[in-house]
């Protein structure tokens, strides 16, 4: 892939996955448009990615603003002609006691951020993309979203619900030239992952992982799941019946 000549809209671009990626793909030469909440992050990260060679513009704001996502994607196309890749990536992990406690405000929240906060996005490039005929969206979803899992109602039920979207979205653009990757990943050491005390089984370094993301951009994977430890075992989980699936997954003390 020539990305020297990519824009890409990032979102969740001010830490973890999404702060790396932007470095990786400005040092192969792409224009990012950098999107989160913590603007002096992305400032920061902003001259970060063009001291490695590539082109980037801050939009600090919610994902959950509609109006704020179309408005940033408007002024990446006005400034650089097009969007070609939206990489679906901000999202939070909902790992305290309201949301374990099911408390519907804070089971809102994930679903509004990780899936909402997605559909946003996508609403704001898909249109042009459409009319191109070019483009690729990319979900960052996550292995969490196979089945569900114990202590994980909200987090589980949001990335389900973002690989149906984008699967769903990928049967409406198939024909269209508009490509959709869908990205599931175990465990990140990132600032979502750290300080957890559970079990995170496989879990894998930021450097590691980034070209693994990387890789099922470029070759327009329809899925990509990873590290293939974890996503052997939880596509066997899929299968199980109920009965043995309550069993074995009701009893894992890890949480994602
Ligand atoms: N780390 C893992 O093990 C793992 C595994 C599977 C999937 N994932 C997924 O990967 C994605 C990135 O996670 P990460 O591990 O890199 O975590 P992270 O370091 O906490 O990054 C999350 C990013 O999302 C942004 N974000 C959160 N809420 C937002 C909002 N309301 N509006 C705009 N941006 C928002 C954050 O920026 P601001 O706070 O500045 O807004 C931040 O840039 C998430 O969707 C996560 O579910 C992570």
């Known amino acids: 892939m020539d990305w020297k000549s990519k824009v890409i809209f990032l979102t969740g671009a001010s830490s973890g996955i999404g702060e790396a990626l932007a470095i990786a793909l400005a040092t192969k030469g792409a224009t990012l448009g950098l999107f989160a909440r913590r603007e002096a992050l992305m400032k ?3 001259s970060r990615c063009e001291r490695s060679g590539g082109t980037a513009r ?17 002024a990446l196309r006005n400034e650089f002609g097009r969007i070609d890749i939206l990489i679906a990536n901000a999202g939070i992990g909902g790992n305290n006691a309201e949301t374990r406690d099911l408390q519907p405000d804070a089971v809102k929240k994930v679903i509004d951020i990780n899936l909402m906060g997605a559909v946003n996005a996508v609403h704001a ?4 993309m459409l009319e191109r005929k070019s483009g690729q969206l990319v979900a960052i979803s996550s292995l969490a979203g196979f089945r569900g899992l114990p202590k994980s109602a909200a987090y589980s039920a949001s990335k389900a619900g973002m690989t149906a979207f984008f699967e769903s979205v990928r049967l409406d653009v198939q024909h269209k030239g508009v490509d959709v990757t869908i990205i599931q990943p175990g465990f990140i050491k990132t600032p979502l992952t750290e300080g ?3 079990k995170m089984p496989f879990l894998m370094e930021l450097d ?3 070209p693994l993301f990387i890789n099922a951009i470029e070759r327009k994977k329809k899925f990509a799941a990873f590290p293939w430890q974890l996503a052997t075992i939880v596509r066997a989980g899929r299968i ?9 997954a009701g009893r894992a003390r890890y949480r994602e």
């Open 240 to 248: 199980f019946p109920a009965w043995l699936y309550d069993r074995v």
């Open 208 to 210: 590691d992982a980034i």
């Open 44 to 46: 920061d990260l902003a």
């Open 125 to 128: 490039v898909l249109p042009d």
């Open 58 to 74: 801050v939009f600090a704001a919610d994902v959950t603003d509609a109006a704020a996502i179309h408005q940033a994607a408007d």
């Open 196 to 198: 957890r005390h559970n």
